[in-house]
């Protein structure tokens, strides 16, 4: 093998994919039926996102060598990414989708021992058929007890496919045991943080995806949408609990029915006509008196109603309002999850298996 392939593979292995592309670039200039080269480039055109030259790396590469499934695989997982863009339209999908499970079929047919090869399979069909998917993952575990990837993607499928009321226990324990091979996986770490958002530990989850952000940077803006995310709730319940206090705050006494307040006549000399004024008050009381005698008698026993209060009186049902509900974490995350929760994107299982040299 070309000793410029393999410090391809370093820098592979080290996140710097542009020198990696670069270096295969210069054996490919050389020797372009490279078949080690032209896979390695495909890996690196996947891990790019550059999934059109995946698949013609792959292509040119399968020409040389039509049983790696190594290269099989790489394949079948750019087929699958293409597969998820929504903007291709629904018949390109398809076919993208079609594509990626025919190539990750012809891996497992070519060595069906290979838990890699049923890793991919499982991965190609998790959308459209999740319970099928885990039937392919469960023979990997049965070639490969302690297989990472398998134990991922397995958790995945559980926690976003599925909904049954096992789904998220069954999830948490694949999770477990990614930590338990792998004890920094990131990718574990992040999904066991948001069930613990989702059971309500908020102190356990936040500090979980703080953890997540340290051990891998390329979760940092996950991470911080999750926090940016969960302080945007506080304050929306905060102004909510706020607005329920003043609605249910008690309204001000009302005295209906009382006189108005008349200002007293200032100190002094009595005016005059003062002591008539009196006289005549008393007069007037003494007609009522004898007026109400009259009709006392007219209407026998019967009882006087209860004055009616003014209708503004009485206090009105005050209404509460509702505080935002927290997401259904069990909804897909790529087709109906809520708006206002931040979404992460697919990533596709890791490659692990070295492919043999040609």
């Excluded at 397995?154 to 909904?163: F, H, P, T, V």
């Excluded at 949408?225 to 506080?234: G, H, I």
């Amino acid at each position: 093998m070309d000793g410029r392939v393999a410090k391809a593979r370093v820098l592979m292995e080290l996140g710097r994919f542009a020198g990696a592309r670069e270096m295969l670039g210069e054996v490919l200039a050389g020797d372009p039926e490279n078949a080690v080269a032209l896979a390695d480039m495909a890996e690196v055109a996947f891990r790019l996102r550059e999934y059109g030259q995946a698949l013609e790396f792959s292509a040119a590469a399968l020409r040389q060598t039509p049983e790696d499934t190594f290269v099989w695989r790489v394949r079948a997982l750019a087929e699958l990414a293409l597969a998820r863009d929504a903007t291709l339209g629904p018949v390109v999908v398809r076919e993208h989708r079609a594509a990626a499970v025919a190539a990750a079929r012809r891996a497992v047919e070519i060595d069906p021992e290979n838990a890699d090869n049923l890793r991919i399979l499982a991965a190609t069909l998790r959308d459209e058929d999740p319970v099928a998917a885990l039937q392919k993952l469960a023979a990997a575990l049965e070639v490969d007890p302690d297989n990472v990837g398998v134990y991922l993607l397995r958790g995945l499928i559980l926690r976003r496919n599925l909904r049954g009321t096992d789904s998220l226990r069954l999830a948490e324990e694949a999770f477990r045991a990614v930590l338990r091979l792998d004890p920094e996986n990131a990718e574990a770490l992040y999904e066991l943080a948001l069930l613990e958002l989702e059971r309500g530990n908020r102190a356990a989850g936040e500090e979980q995806l703080r953890r997540v952000a340290r051990l891998d940077p390329e979760y940092g803006d996950a991470v911080r949408e999750n926090l940016e995310w969960l302080a945007r709730e506080d304050d929306r319940v905060a102004a909510a609990a706020q607005a329920a206090a003043e609605t249910a705050r008690p309204a001000g006494r009302y005295n209906y029915g009382q006189p108005p307040l008349v200002a007293q006549p200032a100190a002094g000399k009595p005016r005059q006509g003062r002591k008539y004024g009196w006289a005549l008050v008393a007069l007037v009381f003494l007609i009522v008196r004898l007026a109400a005698a009259g009709l006392s008698n007219d209407s026998g026993s019967r009882s006087t109603p209860p004055a009616r209060l003014p209708s503004n009186y009485l206090q009105s049902q005050i209404r509460i309002p509702s505080f935002p509900a927290i997401p259904n974490p069990r909804q897909d995350p790529f087709q109906n999850w809520p708006s206002n929760w931040p979404r992460q994107t697919f990533r596709a299982p890791p490659i692990t298996q070295q492919k043999p040299n040609s």
